[in-house]
C-alpha cells in the first residue's frame, strides 16, 4: 500500500454574504466532502479555504473547527475578482493522506459551483442526494 498526498476538492455558493449562509455552506461542503470519501482529521495535512471578494462576513475555515477538526492546520484567503466568474462562492481543496488512486476520489461540487465541474455532476446528483444542494 502506497500512501500519497491527495487533493480532494470542492465549492459551493451562499445567496447573502452572512456569517451564517458562509458557515452553514461550508460545513455541509465539508460533510459532504469527509464523508463521501471517508476523510479521517488524522490524514489531513491541511485545508484551504476561499471565497470570491463579495464574501467577507466570516472565515469559512471556522466550520471546520465547528465540526471539531481542532488539530489540522486551514488556511483561508481571497479568490481572485475574475469577470463573469461564479459570485459567493466557496470553494475547499483538502491536503489527504491516502491510499486511493486519483479516479477513487470524489470531488463534491454544490448549488451554483456545479458550473465548476459540469464533468462531475452525476456524482454529485448521487452523493449529495438532495435537491437543496443540486
Known amino acids: 500500500m502506497v500512501i500519497r498526498m491527495r487533493g480532494v476538492r470542492g465549492a459551493t455558493t451562499v445567496e447573502h454574504n452572512t456569517a451564517s449562509e458562509i458557515l452553514d455552506a461550508t460545513s455541509r461542503l465539508m460533510r459532504a466532502l ?3 470519501n471517508e476523510i479521517e482529521e488524522d490524514d489531513v495535512a491541511s485545508v484551504f479555504f476561499t ?3 463579495d464574501l467577507n462576513a466570516t ?3 471556522k466550520a471546520a473547527r465547528d465540526l ?3 488539530r489540522t492546520a486551514l488556511m483561508g484567503a481571497q479568490e481572485m475578482d475574475v469577470p463573469d466568474g461564479i459570485p459567493m ?3 475547499v481543496l483538502i491536503h489527504w493522506n491516502t491510499d486511493r488512486k486519483l479516479d477513487d476520489i470524489k470531488h463534491v461540487y454544490m448549488r451554483g459551483a456545479l458550473a465548476l465541474r459540469p464533468d462531475l455532476y452525476p ?3 448521487i ?3 438532495t435537491e437543496q444542494d443540486v
Open 51 to 53: 471565497t470570491t471578494p
Open 123 to 125: 456524482d454529485n446528483k
Open 127 to 129: 452523493v449529495l442526494n
Open 34 to 36: 469527509i464523508e463521501t
Open 89 to 91: 462562492c466557496i470553494r
Open 59 to 61: 472565515f469559512p475555515a
Open 68 to 70: 471539531g477538526w481542532h
